[in-house]
């Protein structure tokens, strides 16, 4: 019999729908069952393409012992933390604070008044390495809520308190000025793994935000030493494990500090900003392996992630079937040399060998390796590769392939947008640019209802339960953005006006300017979720800072200008204290202490010749968070198209920062010189 999952849209609560524990989605009703039963409720919070979540459902969810105890003496309650990042930050927040550590699968134990009073994360099935079974944990906490309530809800209480107690102080709520970004290069250059690059040790995640300040600081400075970490970074990353050198696309981490074993989830999240980070990193340097990337990865997105409806899916699974009905964590990319003389041969398959470093004794796990590239290109017959790789990637299409999450997350989306708008315009890819499009389009018919309220999830084109976040409205708005710079669409502005509107009515301390993670007429939770600093992606906080400067910048609206700075005061609190963690907070002080710059593109029309290279000139100018509006001379599609002339008849171009105007050019290296300055 199915539990109560069967009829939710989230993949991953799917995937327990038949498990013989008795699960309810999160809802009131589970806590009134809870409360009339007078059991506590084992909230589990994971996501589908989370291995060890994966794990801990085999061994214990889908063992019919377990499950009768669970049904016995509690209510069990399956998050997916991808629909309610809001749920999920509460009581990570309270796991992190009670173990010093945390991830998936989140295990915690609730009070039937949604109050945490003991945690973890994977319980084995048996005791091992120092940890109790998940039967021990599930006994020992039955036996203390039975014995010892008092003590239990007097933890639970103390706890809720604690967290209450938690709202952030960021100072004195100005924006970081050149001490505080300089402070911030210092504390990267020394966590800095000069190396292999990249920032910390094992496991090593892509620095994507951190990456996007490291090149807009350069463009504004001219610092080198900037650019280097950036481009040294990005080049480790594009030649190890964790980039699928045969389909493009990046893995979610390395489990080692050299980039060469990937958790081989991949992410939609992950490849839309490094998508970005690779394309501007091209823009700036004009890297090949850069362009390359950027074009790899922009193709894994729409080819294995897109969607029948237009949206971008979240994520691949890690896991595959092994051939033998096993399901393996990166069975599906893995080879041996044996396999790859099984698809080329001997002689093609020895300079595979070398090229992809694999090994005899291999690089993974049962002499299995993973592709990297480990010498520069240049040292092998590039068409020889060229053909080696398709082969091998006409054969790995053979293997049973990993499990995709179907669900479109509306702020991933918009990360995907932006990336795919600018991708497309930099290489003269329209496809790109549609691509983004219709995801933006999917976004507007599907997500957003009548008020401009986004809905946080949909899935084979119907929209979730669950309202939007404050990244959704910032990563769709910074999306918009982006497509509106590209396309000359002046819709675009209009609907991320709609959005940042909402960060502001619904999400933003009108004192203070901190912003919160759920609207003020959101569900009430144990505490509002309050986080500025970046996790796997944006912060939502320091997204909407973004996303609101950029606003302000095309339509000189003041109230969106002065939110954004008072949002970034955390990021002069934060930045030279953990600069890796506030990424994107700096890359936008970096636009503030620019301008940013405000283009305006205006010619006879969008298609003329003259305008086009005016257009894509201002789209490659790499200075920190420039706007891009362009028009027909006349048009009213944007704000910074009003009262912009041709100049002689001819298109031109002008350019604007802090309530300053340069003379306007119609010159293609004029322009190219200001956007540089």
């Known amino acids: ?252 981490y390395s489990v080692d500090r050299d980039w060469v074993v990937p958790h081989f989830e991949k992410m939609l999240y992950d490849n839309a900003l490094l998508c970005r980070v690779y394309a501007h990193l091209w823009r700036a340097t004009g890297s090949e392996l850069a362009r390359r990337v950027a074009l790899e990865t922009a193709d894994f997105m729409v080819r294995e992630l897109r969607t029948n409806e237009g949206g971008f899916a979240s994520a691949l699974d890690a896991d595959s079937d092994d051939g033998t009905g096993k399901h393996v964590e990166g069975a599906y990319y893995v080879w041996t040399p044996e396999q790859l003389r099984e698809v080329l041969g001997e002689q093609e398959a020895d300079l595979a060998v070398r090229h992809f470093g694999v090994t005899e004794e291999g690089t993974f796990e049962e002499g299995a390796s993973v592709l990297q590239l480990p010498v520069r290109d240049g040292l092998s017959d590039a068409g020889k590769i060229a053909s080696i790789r398709e082969r091998l990637l006409a054969a790995r299409s053979e293997r049973p392939a990993p499990g995709r999450d179907d669900k479109v997350v509306a702020a991933w989306n918009g990360l995907a947008i932006a990336a795919l708008a600018e991708t497309g315009a930099y290489f003269d890819r329209p496809d790109l640019v549609e691509a983004a499009v219709a995801a933006a389009d999917l976004l507007v018919r599907l997500h957003l209802d009548e008020q401009a309220r986004l809905t946080r999830t949909s899935k084979d084109g119907h929209a979730g339960a669950n309202a939007g976040v404050l990244e959704d409205y910032a990563d769709v708005a910074e999306g918009f953005l982006a497509l509106a710079s590209v396309t000359g669409e002046g819709v675009w502005l209009e609907f991320a006006g709609f959005l940042v509107d909402h960060v502001l009515a619904r999400f933003a301390d009108p004192e203070s300017g901190s912003l919160y993670d759920t609207a003020a007429d959101a569900e009430r939770l144990i505490r509002r979720p309050q986080d500025p600093t970046d996790n796997a992606a944006p912060s939502g906080w320091t997204a909407a800072a973004n996303a609101l400067l950029s606003y302000a910048a095309h339509t000189g609206s003041e109230p969106h200008r002065t939110a954004a700075e008072k949002a970034l005061g955390v990021v002069k609190a934060l930045g030279p204290r953990v600069p890796r963690f506030i990424g994107w907070g700096l890359a936008a002080a970096e636009a503030v202490l620019d301008g940013p710059r405000e283009v305006a593109i205006v010619g006879p029309a969008l298609e003329d010749e003259g305008t086009r290279a005016l257009h894509r000139t201002a789209l490659l100018g790499t200075a920190p968070g420039a706007v891009v509006a362009v028009g027909a001379s006349g048009s009213d599609e944007f704000p910074l198209l009003s009262d912009r002339p041709l100049v002689g008849g001819e298109p031109a171009a002008y350019v604007c920062r802090n309530f300053t105007c340069d003379a306007p050019t119609t010159e293609v290296e004029r322009l190219r010189a200001v956007l540089s300055d």
């Open 1 to 252: 019999m199915p539990n109560r999952l069967a009829h939710e849209t989230s993949p991953y609560l799917l995937q327990h729908a038949d498990n013989p524990v008795d699960w309810w989605p999160w809802s009131a009703e589970a806590f009134e069952e809870a409360r009339k039963r007078n059991v506590p409720v084992l909230l589990s919070v994971g996501y589908s393409s989370c291995h060890w979540c994966h794990v801990m459902a085999h061994e214990s969810f889908e063992d019919q012992e377990t499950a009768e105890y669970l049904n016995a003496h509690y209510v069990s309650v399956k998050v997916d933390r991808e629909e309610r990042p809001d749920v999920d930050a509460v009581y990570m927040e309270a796991v992190q604070a009670a173990t010093g550590q945390g991830g998936w699968p989140m295990t915690v134990f609730l009070t039937p008044d949604a109050e945490p009073f003991y945690f973890g994360t994977y319980f084995p099935p048996a005791p091992r390495q120092g940890m109790p079974s998940f039967r021990q944990v599930l006994q020992g906490v039955h036996q203390a809520w039975d014995e010892r309530r008092d003590e239990v809800t007097e933890v639970a209480g103390k706890i809720v308190r604690d967290l209450a107690g938690r709202e952030i102080s960021y100072g004195d709520a100005q924006t970081p000025g050149e001490e505080e970004l300089a402070q911030a290069l210092l504390g990267l250059t020394r966590e800095y793994d000069p190396q292999r690059g990249g920032f910390g040790g094992a496991p090593k995640f892509p620095p994507s935000m951190v990456l996007e300040f490291l090149l807009r600081h350069h463009a504004r400075t001219g610092a080198e030493g900037a650019l280097q970490m950036a481009s040294d970074t990005c080049e480790r990353m594009a030649r190890g494990g964790i980039y699928d050198q045969l389909g493009g696309g990046f893995a979610r």
